[in-house]
């Protein structure tokens, strides 16, 4: 849960900031949802809205973290190999 928590953050950083919004939305519910079952012992039903926001939130996170993850690695230095032949000998 603490890892969806963390989306929001990621979409913003690459500049998807309406899932940033939709995600931190989701995360409201995801929270709603854990506390209610975890601290409260009341079970939502199937398909409530803090059901749909804890599922949907993870899923969200899944596509957040991976989006991130090619935005990272698209965005870094490659090291110059071989950029100036004439250097090497």
Do not use: C, H, R
Not at 16 to 30: C, F, N, P, S
Not at 53 to 78: G, H, P, R
Request: glycine share 4%; hydrophobic share 55%; proline share 4%.
């Amino acid at each position: 849960m603490i890892l969806a928590s963390v989306a929001p953050y990621l979409f913003y950083q690459i500049n998807k900031k309406w899932l940033a919004g939709v995600q931190a939305i989701v995360v409201i519910g995801m929270w709603i949802y854990g506390i209610n079952i975890s601290l409260l012992g009341i079970e939502p039903a199937i398909f409530s809205l803090t059901w749909t926001s804890f599922y949907l939130s993870f899923i969200l996170a899944e596509v957040a973290w991976i989006m991130f993850i090619i935005y990272v690695v698209k965005n870094t230095d490659q090291p110059a190999i071989n950029k100036n032949p004439s250097s090497q000998m």
